[in-house]
């Protein structure tokens, strides 16, 4: 299931979080695809798994990561 920014749910596709890549990516007839861009996905879950994208700075930059959401609410914990 994945939960786009604009409220858009997809919920009947076959997922996988790619770590080496940092990106998720769905399977449609054989061929992978990127779920793209990570800005636009609120909440990805795979399996147990809840994944949200988040701004932070790597290597002076500020970029777009996706991290496993551990608890979530008033004070969340996040995973990378």
């Known amino acids: 299931m994945v939960l786009i920014t604009d409220g ?14 940092d990106q ?12 793209a861009p990570k800005s636009k996905v609120k909440r990805a879950e795979i399996g147990s798994t809840i994944l949200t994208c988040l701004k932070c700075e790597e290597n002076g930059k500020i970029t777009d990561l996706y991290f496993e959401v551990l608890t979530f609410g008033r004070i969340s914990l996040y995973k990378r």
Do not use: H, M, P, Q
Request: glycine share 4%.
């Open 8 to 21: 858009t749910l997809v919920d009947s596709c076959l997922l996988r979080y790619n770590i080496y890549a």
């Open 24 to 35: 998720v990516e769905n399977k449609d007839n054989g061929t992978v695809y990127e779920i």
